[in-house]
Nanobody
């Protein structure tokens, strides 16, 4: 089982960034996928959830209207489009399959 996040990096405040998570080793289409973030010394925060078929999504209030996620069951990938990023959103971002499987995370740094 593998979940591999990519797309993190340094972005200026207000800028966009797109994260991707590639899955393998399990039946991806049967899992709701979640993106979490966690900064050092802070609790893990659920950012976004997308349903099994990709048709239903849910977002943390803090990212609604700025973040969008999508799920491609044919490619076994899930993306997180982040717009209007804020410095306080600097964090490690992790994808999870039903909270059963986890990736290693990708670092997002929002700074000028």
């Amino acid at each position: 089982v593998q979940l591999a996040e990519s797309g993190g990096g340094l972005v200026q405040p207000g800028g966009p960034l797109r994260l991707s998570c590639a899955a393998s080793g399990f039946t991806f289409s049967r899992y709701a996928m979640r993106w979490y973030r966690q900064a050092p010394g802070k609790e893990r925060e659920l950012v976004a959830t997308i349903g099994v078929a990709g048709g239903s999504t849910d977002y943390a209030d803090s990212v609604k209207d700025r973040f969008t996620r999508s799920k491609d069951n044919a490619k076994n990938t899930v993306d997180l489009q982040m717009n209007g990023l804020k410095p306080e959103e600097t964090s490690g971002y992790f994808c999870s399959a039903g909270n059963n499987y986890w990736g290693q995370g990708t670092q997002v740094t929002v700074s000028s």
